[in-house]
């Protein structure tokens, strides 16, 4: 399985942006995908996910400005990205679950190969 990422790129404070994570391997169902960033000098952190079942979790920091969706028939994960602030510049990335039987949802075991969002005011 791999997870590649499109999107992201340089954005004024207030504007949006869209990222993109396709996943390959046509058998490939996980229960669960995310996305997740990294600051310069700061840990990674959980940003968002998807469960198979629909259902949605975001941190704090995002509620009401990003909205994580799954085309389930292509296999790509989304996050848009509205009303951006400084602090969501980072390096974002996209991880799914194994979406084996019997697997542990949300125990992301792909990831994809990260993509820069930097926000300037």
């Known amino acids: 399985v791999q997870l590649v990422q499109s999107g992201g790129g340089s954005v004024q404070a207030g504007g949006s942006l869209r990222l993109s994570c396709a996943a390959s391997?046509?058998?490939?169902?996980?229960?669960?995908m995310g996305w997740f960033r990294q600051a310069p000098g700061k840990q990674r952190e959980g940003v968002a996910s998807v469960s198979i079942d629909g259902s949605t979790a975001y941190a704090d920091s995002v509620k009401g400005r990003f909205t994580i969706s799954k085309d389930n028939a292509k296999n790509i994960l989304y996050l848009e990205m509205n009303t951006v602030n400084a602090e969501d510049t980072g390096t974002y990335y996209c991880a799914g679950d194994s979406g084996l039987v019997g697997g542990t949802w949300c125990d992301f075991q792909y990831w994809g190969q990260g993509t820069q969002v930097t926000v300037s005011s």
């Open positions: 391997g046509s058998t490939y169902s996980p229960y669960c």
